[in-house]
């Protein structure tokens, strides 16, 4: 068989089973087992495919992914976003779109401590909407930046999807979590400057209203009541990994069991709240392993027909130069992202990506950035990004999804700006891995 | 018969939940004992690594009951009624009847690790079948509830197989509001 008629009839069977509504875990398992009998001789590849279920998730290096998560979801549970939002309330003065800068600066703030951008859009939604309703926010500055801001966990540490990219992608996970700050960073700056733009040339979209002014006491009270601690354990998990004290695993764990910590101190750690945060987490963790461990044959079955060193071989005999292919791959990607899930996204394409990536001699950090800020953006280009679905669910009745689309849409622009930054200035990415002494 | 059925089905569940929370202890206690006492603890590794898989397919029935996996659901929502429920229908029993089939070859698996005697890599083996056994057993149990979608499917077609909307308002729905957050 050619490889190109591996490669469609592997990504096509993929791609049909999955619209017909089977569940993505199961969409990835059935091509496998297909796949497997027809390529590995029969009922004889079977046993295999147990083994690589088997060794699938039974991974040390996966740890982060079920505790960055239960980060979020306690964080979420215990009510802490609130007192956070309060305090940071507290140091936004009179500015276009205060809201909305709230929005982003919690997000950003949520982003650090909490690795499901699904529990921080949830947080911020249900926070910050309610006032921003009252207080007469048009849709592009409410709805936009709670989802902006909520998808950014997926970019500062802990993020376990970069955990899975990573993993995925055989790169280094120490690196691209480390690697992912600064962009995020970039990213938040940029809704910040849209906001500010948009609330002073359509200041009907963010009216202005007096705010209970507080002495700078009352600031720093707040801030050191309930900022300050959350600060131990932004430290516990990225400024460990930074300073090359802890691996992301054991800053996970040490993240994790701060968060119980901290809910402790503020009385909130009740049994209840433990056992629905574990279950919570568990439910998300079993779906995305799901994925995954469905998935492990999958590119095994890509490389075994032949499809991934074919479409390698084509890709590098046409001359193009590899700025075009990177740009290429995005596009794929963002394409996918209208339609389907972000894990099953990476692992449909890394195992082809990748291989591309390494024999151009490309930096597979700087890429996987880019990539991930992409699988961010996905998860608000419609019809079936993520977040445009919990957006629906806090969003006041009588809202369509047409309006939740358009406000995201000037953020979805944001995101496609800050990865043409990283594609022009890669020195971002390698600058911030050289100054940790990762690079 | 089958009440008796789903609360197996929730004490897996549970036994997934304990899991994790024993796999952020485990490796919590590691760092301890390695920065404060320079010991680290041995087993932590492999234990982590065990209770990951074990985890997974725990839980994997209880999921799929909840109907928490997530899928693809563009296509059915442009196509009518009729078409839609067909659909459902056939992904039900596509999903059911491939986690049956790979469950089926796990469960051999189990019974060669068994007879054969294998045991984990790593310095703390345990044997194999253990391992291999709960993923027969998260596998049968996925197939059955499935099979047991369809079931409902078909004899009460308005039955919402895809909850994961549903699922994803329950996710975000606002807690309880702390006060001074109507305002």
């Given at each position: 068989m050619a490889w190109y008629t591996a490669l469609s009839l592997i990504l096509g069977g993929v791609v049909v089973v999955m619209a017909l509504g089977?569940?993505?875990?199961?969409?990835?398992?059935?091509?496998?087992?297909?796949?497997?009998?027809?390529?590995?001789?029969?009922?004889?590849?079977?046993?295999q495919l147990i083994l690589s279920i088997y060794s699938s998730v039974s991974s040390y290096s996966l740890v982060p992914i079920p505790l960055f998560i239960?980060?979020?979801?306690?964080?979420?549970?215990?009510?802490?976003?609130?007192?956070?939002?309060?305090?940071?309330?507290?140091?936004?003065?009179?500015?276009?779109g205060r809201l909305s800068l709230l929005t982003i600066a919690s997000g950003s703030v949520f982003s650090a401590l909490s690795g499901s951008t699904m529990a921080n859009t949830a947080m911020l939604g249900s926070i910050l909407l309610p006032e921003m309703?009252?207080?007469?926010?048009?849709?592009?500055?409410?709805?936009?930046?709670?989802?902006?801001?909520?998808?950014?966990?997926?970019?500062?540490?802990?993020?376990?999807?970069?955990?899975?990219?990573?993993?995925?992608?055989?790169?280094?996970?120490?690196?691209?979590?480390?690697?992912?700050?600064?962009?995020?960073?970039?990213?938040?700056?940029?809704?910040t400057a849209y906001i500010l733009w948009r609330a002073i040339r359509h200041p009907e979209e963010a009216p202005s209203y007096s705010i209970a002014s507080a002495t700078l006491g009352e600031k720093l009270?707040?801030?050191?009541?309930?900022?300050?601690?959350?600060?131990?354990?932004?430290?516990?998990?990225s400024g460990l990994i930074v300073i090359g004290v802890a691996t992301p695993n054991e800053a996970a764990a040490l993240g994790a069991l701060s968060s119980l910590g901290l809910a402790a101190a503020y009385r909130r750690l009740t049994w209840a709240l433990l056992t629905k945060s574990l279950l919570d987490s568990m439910k998300i963790t079993v779906m995305t392993f799901a994925i995954m461990a469905a998935a492990t044959g999958f590119s095994q079955i890509l490389a075994f027909s032949g499809a991934t060193r074919g479409l390698l071989d084509a890709v590098l005999g046409i001359e193009v130069s590899p700025v075009v292919l990177v740009i290429g791959m995005n596009v794929i990607v963002f394409f996918l992202g209208c339609f389907m899930d972000q894990i099953a996204i990476m692992l449909i394409t890394l195992p082809i990506f990748m291989p591309l990536v390494n024999s151009l001699g490309l930096d597979p950090v700087w890429f996987a950035i880019i990539m991930l800020i992409?699988?961010?953006?996905?998860?608000?280009?419609?019809?079936?990004?993520?977040?445009?679905?919990?957006?629906?669910?806090?969003a006041p009745p009588g809202t369509t999804f047409m309006?939740?689309?358009?406000?995201?849409?000037?953020?979805?622009?944001?995101?496609?700006?800050?990865?043409a930054l990283l594609f022009v200035?890669?020195?971002?990415?390698?600058?911030?891995?050289?100054?940790?002494?990762?690079? | 018969m089958f009440r008796l059925y789903d609360r197996l089905l929730d004490v897996l569940a549970y036994a997934a939940v304990f899991l994790l929370f024993a796999i952020m202890v485990a490796t919590g206690l590691d760092v301890g004992a390695r920065y404060f006492f320079n010991r680290p603890i041995g087993w932590v590794i492999e234990f982590v690594q065990h209770s990951m898989l074990l985890m997974l397919f725990l839980g994997i029935g209880w999921l799929t009951r909840e109907r928490g996996h997530v899928a693809v659901e563009i296509l059915l929502d442009a196509v009518p009624k009729p078409l839609r429920r067909g659909m459902e229908l056939a992904a039900l029993l596509i999903s059911g009847?491939?986690?049956?089939?790979?469950?089926?070859?796990?469960?051999?698996?189990?019974?060669?690790?068994?007879?054969?005697?294998?045991?984990?890599?790593?310095?703390?083996?345990?044997?194999?079948?253990?391992?291999?056994?709960?993923?027969?057993?998260?596998?049968?149990?996925?197939?059955?509830?499935?099979?047991?979608?369809?079931?409902?499917?078909?004899?009460?077609?308005?039955?919402?197989?895809?909850?994961?909307?549903?699922?994803?308002?329950?996710?975000?729905?606002?807690?309880?509001?702390?006060?001074?957050?109507?305002?």
């Open positions: 089977v569940p993505v875990a199961f969409a990835f398992l059935v091509v496998t087992t297909i796949g497997v009998f027809a390529l590995q001789g029969g009922a004889g590849g079977f046993p239960l980060m979020g979801v306690v964080l979420w549970h215990s009510n802490l976003g609130q007192q956070a939002v309060d305090a940071l309330d507290k140091w936004i003065g009179r500015v276009p309703r009252q207080r007469g926010y048009g849709r592009g500055l409410s709805m936009g930046p709670i989802m902006a801001g909520g998808g950014l966990a997926m970019m500062i540490p802990p993020s376990a999807l970069a955990v899975i990219l990573a993993s995925i992608g055989r790169i280094s996970i120490a690196k691209v979590l480390i690697a992912a700050i600064v962009p995020g960073i970039i990213m938040a700056i940029l809704y009270g707040a801030a050191a009541r309930y900022l300050l601690p959350l600060g131990v354990i932004i430290f516990s998990v992409n699988l961010e953006t996905a998860l608000m280009t419609p019809p079936f990004g993520l977040l445009l679905f919990i957006m629906k669910g806090v309006h939740i689309y358009s406000a995201a849409a000037p953020y979805v622009m944001l995101n496609i700006l800050a990865m200035f890669p020195q971002i990415i390698s600058g911030v891995l050289t100054a940790f002494r990762l690079g | 009847a491939t986690s049956g089939f790979v469950g089926w070859w796990a469960a051999v698996a189990t019974w060669d690790n068994y007879a054969r005697g294998v045991v984990t890599e790593g310095i703390y083996p345990i044997p194999r079948h253990w391992l291999i056994g709960v993923i027969a057993l998260g596998l049968l149990l996925t197939a059955i509830e499935f099979l047991r979608g369809a079931a409902t499917l078909w004899t009460h077609p308005d039955t919402d197989v895809h909850q994961v909307e549903a699922e994803l308002e329950t996710v975000a729905a606002p807690p309880a509001l702390a006060p001074g957050s109507e305002t």
